[in-house]
């Protein structure tokens, strides 16, 4: 299924959000990165923002500094907005959620070209000392599909695809008469 979506996101919008389904996102996505989760959560630096109900991305973008405007009302101008690997900052993901309300997030996606067509300006930035590692509010349009890998229900595509790899693994090497040995 496709579902579109703008933040606050409640509870039950996410909760039916399954493995496989695709999301488009509307309004507002915030920017995060390993530096940013690091000051809030090992180092007790506070946000400013509000990210009760709203999507994360992992992203350091490329920014550029402007003139500030009504098109660029914090005086930066985004060049790049993408997705980063996510695995590193795996450890964030639970107090994210339960610290700050954090409802979706999103990680490597690798489509930085396409990505930063969906993002309309840089609407406010936070902790502006770690750029390009600040905590960026994103206005966004039509930001997708991007499709859910992980759900609440336990599902995992990243499980799927590692199991059904092994099992292709093992059966490869059962033919060639190789002992599989997982040393």
Same mark, same amino acid.
């Given at each position: 299924?496709? /579902?579109?979506?703008? &933040? ?6 996410v909760r039916k959000l399954r493995v496989n389904d695709t999301v488009t996102l509307q309004s507002t996505l915030y ?7 690091? @000051? ?13 109900? @709203?999507?994360?991305? @992992?992203?350091? &973008?490329?920014?550029?500094? $402007? ?8 005086? /930066?101008? &985004?060049?790049?907005?993408g997705t980063t690997t996510s695995d590193r900052m795996e450890r964030f993901t639970r107090p994210l959620m339960a610290? /700050? ?8 996606? =690798? ?7 969906? $993002?309309?300006?840089?609407?406010? $930035? ?15 349009? +039509?930001? =997708? ?7 609440? @229900?336990?599902?995992?595509? /990243?499980?799927? $695809?590692? +199991? ?11 033919e060639l008469g190789v002992r599989d040995d997982p040393r």
């Amino acid at each position: 299924m496709h /579902y579109e979506l703008t &933040p606050p996101f409640s509870e039950a919008d996410v909760r039916k959000l399954r493995v496989n389904d695709t999301v488009t996102l509307q309004s507002t996505l915030y920017g995060i990165r390993d530096a940013t989760q690091i @000051h809030m959560f090992d180092r007790g630096r506070r946000t400013r923002f509000d990210l009760r109900g @709203h999507a994360v991305i @992992h992203t350091a &973008p490329n920014v550029a500094r $402007v003139d500030k405007s009504a098109s660029n009302p914090v005086g /930066y101008s &985004p060049v790049c907005v993408g997705t980063t690997t996510s695995d590193r900052m795996e450890r964030f993901t639970r107090p994210l959620m339960a610290q /700050y309300g954090v409802r979706i997030i999103i990680g490597n996606g =690798g489509t930085a070209a396409l990505e930063t067509t969906w $993002v309309t300006r840089i609407e406010d $930035v936070d902790l502006d000392d770690l750029n390009p590692e600040s905590l960026w509010k994103f206005s966004i349009r +039509d930001f =997708g599909p991007l499709l859910v890998a992980m759900d609440s @229900h336990g599902a995992s595509l /990243y499980r799927t $695809v590692a +199991d059904d790899a092994r099992a292709r693994r093992a059966k490869v090497l059962a033919e060639l008469g190789v002992r599989d040995d997982p040393r």
